[in-house]
């Protein structure tokens, strides 16, 4: 259980938590093998999804094949399993964060509960893939680009590591969750669609990489973690920052003040995961003197103050933004920045706009906060 005074050095509110893990409390069991599309050549354990920004035709009879409107959701597109893995984490990670602060053994119970029906029950379980993810109808049954969906994912890691400390997760239950995230990064790491997002040109292949450390975390596999230190080094820094710290490619969409928020959320993501006293990612700058606090720098005037975007509005939600991310609290913690903590104070948390909750890949940052003075205290055991 949690001090009052690392919660109160970490920025968090005891109540909100406990009053979000009481709500998933009541939460039922959730699988993606409830709902199902037609249009899905998979079985009722494959995950299926549609591309966001894609419509039917409007110029041929039976629609197909869809085409593309960046940045407009299409609101008929299939999303239930998407919404399903989104509403098992979210409870999961409410649940965890409970446990974690209060010592309560009911919520890690409850989240053990929705981890064996969504990962590992026979019946229930969703199968560690991602072949049928973001499918646009008449053009493909699936692409690269859907792995951004597990995004979501990221909270499970170290929510499960909180669960299994209480007891309420068996060590072969353990095990098999564990295999679970272990096949499914093999999957990345080997199948066309995952090496397709790995070497995307934009936020995508900053989303692989979050994925892909957070699964190694998970699963002990030290060769993939440092293979995305290296990545954040070497590739996602040196292509997507620009010398202002900007992220041109997310700048050059039609949601560039939403993007970019996304964007920096998920390279301070990196930093959160990965830093070890020998490899410091919050401090590493190329030789240009690009790295991640620059691109905080870049993006802070325009949070504090949305009025003096220079760049035209997102052509959706851009009065939804900006809201509690969790990079201002992981970014004002490892700068010691009360800017960005005073952001992650200030702003509303949980906004109820789809748009905004997609795109805000962790619901309890606290609990990477926790995975990471877990992993410092055995490291000062060992030196």
């Known amino acids: 259980m949690l001090t009052m005074d690392t919660l109160c050095e970490w920025r968090t509110d005891l109540q909100e938590v406990i009053a979000k893990a009481d709500r998933s409390l009541e939460a039922p069991m959730?699988?993606?093998?409830?709902?199902?599309?037609?249009?899905?050549?998979?079985?009722?354990?494959?995950?299926?999804?549609?591309?966001?920004?894609?419509?039917?035709?409007?110029?041929?009879?039976?629609?197909?094949?869809y085409v593309r409107r960046d940045g407009e959701?299409?609101?008929?597109?299939?999303?239930?399993?998407?919404?399903?893995?989104?509403?098992?984490?979210?409870?999961?990670?409410?649940?965890?964060?409970?446990?974690?602060?209060?010592?309560?053994?009911?919520?890690?119970?409850?989240?053990?509960?929705?981890?064996?029906?969504?990962?590992?029950?026979?019946?229930?379980?969703?199968?560690p893939h991602l072949r049928y993810a973001q499918a646009i109808p008449g053009v493909c049954s699936g692409r690269g680009f859907g792995i951004i969906d597990t995004l979501h994912l990221i909270d499970i890691p170290a929510a499960a590591e909180v669960i299994e400390a209480a007891?309420?997760?068996?060590?072969?239950?353990?095990?098999?969750?564990?295999?679970?995230?272990?096949?499914?990064?093999?999957?990345?790491?080997?199948?066309?669609?995952?090496l397709e997002e790995r070497d995307a040109a934009n936020?995508?292949?900053?989303?692989?990489?979050?994925?892909?450390?957070?699964?190694?975390?998970?699963?002990?596999?030290a060769a993939v973690m440092a293979m995305c230190r290296e990545r954040y080094k070497?590739?996602?820094?040196?292509?997507?920052?620009?010398?202002?710290?900007?992220?041109?490619?997310e700048l050059a969409r039609t949601k560039p003040y939403g993007y970019s928020i996304f964007v920096i959320d998920n390279?301070?993501?990196?930093?959160?995961?990965?830093?070890?006293?020998?490899?410091?990612?919050?401090?590493?700058?190329?030789?240009?003197?690009?790295?991640?606090?620059l691109g905080l720098d870049y993006?802070?005037?325009?949070?504090?103050?949305?009025?003096s975007w220079p760049l035209p509005a997102d052509i959706e939600h851009f009065d939804s933004w900006p809201v509690r991310m969790p990079f201002m609290l992981y970014a004002?913690?490892?700068?010691?920045?009360?800017?960005?903590?005073?952001l992650w104070q200030s702003m509303a948390p949980d906004s109820a706009v789809p748009e905004i909750r997609r795109n805000t890949a962790l619901r309890q940052p606290l609990l990477w906060l926790i995975h990471n003075e877990k992993r410092a205290n055995r490291d000062d055991c060992y030196h």
């Open 30 to 65: 959730i699988a993606i093998t409830e709902c199902r599309s037609g249009l899905s050549p998979g079985g009722k354990h494959d995950y299926y999804s549609n591309g966001d920004y894609w419509w039917p035709n409007p110029d041929t009879q039976s629609g197909l094949p």
């Open 167 to 194: 007891g309420a997760l068996s060590e072969r239950e353990g095990s098999l969750l564990r295999s679970w995230f272990a096949d499914y990064l093999e999957w990345m790491l080997t199948h066309p669609y995952g």
């Open 267 to 293: 390279m301070v993501t990196l930093c959160q995961l990965l830093s070890t006293p020998h490899d410091d990612l919050w401090h590493f700058r190329l030789s240009d003197g690009r790295g991640i606090r």
């Open 203 to 221: 936020n995508h292949a900053v989303c692989w990489t979050v994925q892909a450390a957070a699964f190694a975390s998970f699963t002990g596999n």
């Open 73 to 127: 959701s299409y609101p008929r597109a299939f999303t239930a399993h998407r919404e399903a893995l989104r509403e098992m984490r979210t409870h999961t990670a409410n649940l965890a964060a409970g446990y974690a602060v209060s010592g309560r053994r009911i919520y890690a119970d409850k989240a053990a509960a929705l981890l064996r029906h969504f990962f590992l029950n026979e019946s229930t379980r969703m199968n």
């Open 299 to 307: 993006l802070y005037p325009y949070l504090a103050n949305k009025s």
């Open 234 to 249: 070497n590739m996602l820094l040196p292509s997507q920052m620009a010398a202002d710290g900007s992220f041109p490619l």
């Open 332 to 342: 004002g913690l490892a700068f010691q920045d009360e800017r960005y903590l005073g």
